[in-house]
């Protein structure tokens, strides 16, 4: 079976560090893009960026670019989003998502979802 | 990047079709065929329902229909289910990023 397995839910403060996964099982884990998409609370969805594992090109969009790291580690067929110093806006359900379709050139629909984590960043 | 443009909701009764808009630009829903559809019920995790503009995935009921002109894609909904009643999110690739932009969300209710 085909699934993404994100890692479990996180409560920090303001300016700590974190590093949240979704490790992956049931396909080549190299050969699909892997999304994150952000959830605030009531709020709608929100593309943060994709990787490809194979060769970790990984792009931001604008709103998030220099605000998280998004990698992979081909060993663990396992993606990772990471801030260096949360805020309380970033407090959120973030989810990790593999398009329907493997290759390089292709990251449109996504097809494979994870169970999404829950960040709450507060004092 | 601006969201796409999509109705903050739509109703519907039981058995009835209807049809939700997402509207962008050139350099996104005009300028290529790389529309997605999702829906999303309370609490859940979202999930894809059409892709490039009309196709459905596997296990998705033909009831679901996407169909794009000009800088508009819309997604169609026949027969008019209670588990259809969820929040609906249209994505599309843009130029502007390199990379998706998503809509601004529409609330399905069957009343």
């Known amino acids: 079976e085909v699934q993404l397995v994100q890692s479990g839910p996180e409560v920090k403060k303001p300016g700590e560090s974190l590093k949240i996964s979704c490790k992956a099982s049931?396909?080549?884990?190299?050969?699909?893009?892997i999304a994150w998409v952000r959830q605030m609370p009531g709020k709608g969805l929100e593309w943060m960026g994709i990787?490809?594992?194979?060769?970790?090109?990984?792009r931001y969009s604008p709103s998030f670019r220099g605000q998280v790291i998004i990698s992979a580690d081909t060993s663990g067929n396992t993606a990772y989003l990471e801030w260096s110093s949360l805020k309380a806006s970033d407090t959120a359900i973030y989810y990790c998502?593999?398009?329907?379709?493997?290759?390089?050139?292709?990251?449109?629909?996504?097809?494979?979802w994870g169970q999404g984590t829950t960040v709450t960043v507060s004092s | 990047q601006s969201a796409l443009t999509q109705p903050a909701s739509v109703s519907g009764s039981p058995g009835q079709s209807i049809t939700i808009s997402c509207t962008g630009t050139r350099s996104d829903i005009g300028g290529y065929n790389y529309v997605s559809w999702y829906r999303q019920h309370p609490g859940k995790v979202p999930q894809l329902m059409i892709y490039d503009v009309s196709h459905r995935p596997s296990g998705i009921s033909n009831r679901f229909s996407g169909s794009q002109s000009g800088n508009t894609a819309s997604l169609t909904i026949s027969g008019l289910q209670a588990d259809d009643e969820a929040d609906y999110y249209c994505?599309?690739?843009?130029?502007?990023?390199?990379?998706?932009?998503f809509g601004t969300g529409t609330k399905v209710t069957v009343l």
């Open positions: 998502a593999r398009p329907i379709t493997p290759g390089r050139y292709y990251f449109f629909g996504m097809d494979v």
């Open positions: 994505s599309s690739y843009t130029s502007t990023s390199a990379l998706f932009v």
């Open positions: 990787t490809y594992p194979d060769d970790s090109d990984t």
């Open positions: 049931g396909y080549t884990f190299i050969n699909y893009w």
